[in-house]
């Protein structure tokens, strides 16, 4: 029998056992240079994520409790790391940039501080400006009162099915914690518990984010970004709205809970927004902000708190052709297209839901998959499995809705009722329990009964749209207790011209005839 000598021994058990354990990540064993990097960052709070993707550039940001130095290795596979920026400044928060990137590109990564390395994650660089894009929004995670500060479980669950979806980019609509207080202790650890589920995704897809009013502390008498702003890598800070071009797509983000300016988007910022849709010449146009537009719960204290302001956005949307303004604050989900421009509520991401009267009521995150040729909207549930599903370009009858309203203890007395139309309708009627049409919508009848509108509106084609609301009126207020809706649509039926043409000519041809035999 062959005797090993113990020493020949130890190398092998070294060399075949021990050290294929130091590999970090699924680093092929071939590449000797990654062999014995500890597998983890020792005091890793943070990352590593990758931030601001171009097509040819990526941030990548992580955090340490010590200060140490920075580096991050890439390439093209995860056994072929051949590329890397080192940074020797000793730092807790490390911001590496990755440049001259390749367009539409995989990249493998993973961070390094003092010798120990992270796990191999992977991005992809952006697509050039026509190509198919998939964009994730989800929003409105935050913990209810009862078991803050620890996150909800559906938007563990969600952000789980974002990784599977391999997003190109990700925006949240906001509130991502329950509340920032005046313990500077308290409320990191309400943040880290929020970015320790988004980390999950961000090690492979960028996040954006607009701020929340729950994010903000304005309830203790100062609104304090810096903790919104430490969780995400954002354009422009310490700003906390933005706009950046991604693939085709111009997106901005909007701050609606500016001190003392909470609810509108006005002031400076309006003015920047006007600038910088003046300023974009991408074909798409996303816009987000935490309030809506037209909320279906938190109505009047939505980007409706001032409807002029409202007004004038909306018809700033329309002159520059935004494509989606999109938002949270309701916990649920809503569409609602107003002139072109496409609305959209989701804050279904894990704080508690809303019932409202327009539905909507369930947990998911929305996937846009875009290109300046068509705009797929698909909301997900808990589940997986599509919910709605909305595309642009539409080419359907005007869709008519209202808003404005909210259950029955909100009343809007003498008002009128806010309808909206997908497109602005060529012809639009409004009739009031059979009443001779009016061209305009006119007050809630003030007597205490039910009471019908019945609203027309007739697009390019000739299609005509009709919907029909149903109200119970309380004399001296009026007060929404039902809502139904009745849809016909109508169209100029150019056979039943041609019917009519044959009929009357054999009707002239018979007269013809008879008078002829007398
Ligand atoms: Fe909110």
């Not at 990564?109 to 964009?135: E, L, W």
């Not at 009162?145 to 952000?159: C, G, H, K, R, T």
């Not at 910088?276 to 902000?289: C, H, I, M, R, W």
């Not at 007050?443 to 009964?449: E, I, K, S, V």
Request: glycine share 6%; with cysteine; aromatic share 12%.
């Amino acid at each position: 029998m062959i005797r090993i000598p113990k020493i020949i021994a130890l190398c092998f058990l070294f060399l075949f056992v021990i050290s294929p354990l130091a590999y970090t990540g699924n680093t092929s064993p071939s590449e000797e240079r990654l062999e014995f990097l500890p597998a983890d960052i020792p005091g890793l709070t943070r990352g590593p994520t990758v931030n601001l993707v171009t097509n040819h550039s990526a941030l990548i940001f992580w955090r340490t409790v010590d200060l140490t130095n920075s580096s991050v290795e890439y390439g093209f596979t995860d056994s072929n790391l051949n590329m890397s920026v080192n940074r020797s400044m000793l730092v807790n928060d490390h911001r590496v940039n990755l440049t001259s990137l390749q367009i539409n590109t995989l990249y493998y990564y993973r961070a390094v501080s003092n010798g120990s390395s992270s796990p191999i994650y992977n991005f992809r660089t952006a697509p050039n400006d026509s190509s198919d894009i998939k964009m994730i929004v989800v929003g409105d995670n935050r913990p209810d009162q009862s078991f803050a500060p620890v996150q909800p479980s559906e938007f563990e669950d969600l952000i789980d099915l974002i990784i599977l979806e391999q997003p190109h980019l990700v925006v949240m609509t906001g509130d991502y914690v329950l509340e920032v207080g005046t313990v500077h202790a308290t409320n990191l650890d309400a943040w880290a518990r929020f970015t320790d589920i988004t980390d999950l995704l961000g090690h492979y897809a960028p996040i954006y984010g607009v701020i929340g009013n729950h994010d903000t502390g304005a309830w203790t008498g100062s609104v304090k970004s810096e903790y919104f702003l430490d969780a995400f890598e954002m354009y422009n800070e310490p700003s906390t709205y933005s706009s950046f071009d991604y693939a085709g797509i111009h997106i901005v983000l909007l701050d609606s809970e500016e001190q003392g300016l909470d609810q509108r988007i006005t002031g400076t910022q309006y003015d920047w927004l006007v600038n910088d849709l003046n300023s974009t010449e991408q074909p798409l146009k996303f816009v987000f902000a935490h309030r809506p537009l037209y909320p279906c719960r938190h109505i009047g204290t939505s980007l409706d708190s001032n409807q002029t302001e409202r007004e004038r956005l909306q018809q700033l949307f329309e002159q520059h052709n935004v494509t989606l303004f999109a938002a949270g604050h309701d916990h649920l989900f809503n569409r609602l297209t107003v002139n072109g421009v496409v609305n959209i509520i989701s804050g279904g991401g894990g704080a508690p839901l809303y019932q409202t009267p327009w539905g909507g009521t369930y947990y998911h995150y929305l996937r846009i998959d875009a290109s300046p040729r068509q705009v797929n909207f698909t909301t997900i549930g808990l589940d997986g499995v599509p919910v709605d599903e909305y595309q642009l370009p539409y080419d359907g009858p005007i869709e008519i809705e209202i808003r404005g309203f909210a259950n029955a203890t909100t009343q809007r007395s003498g008002t009128i009722p806010e309808i909206y139309f997908s497109e602005i309708p060529v012809e639009k009627y409004f009739s009031w329990d059979n009443d001779p049409n009016t061209t305009s919508a006119t007050a809630f009848p003030d007597t205490a009964a039910f009471h019908v509108l019945d609203v027309y509106a007739e697009n390019e084609d000739g299609v005509t749209s009709h919907e029909k609301f149903v109200f119970y009126s309380i004399a001296g207020t009026t007060t929404t207790t039902t809502t139904t809706t009745e849809t016909t649509n109508g169209t100029f039926d150019i056979t039943l011209v041609f019917m009519g043409i044959g009929i009357g000519a054999v009707v002239v041809i018979v007269v013809l005839v008879f008078w002829r035999k007398r």
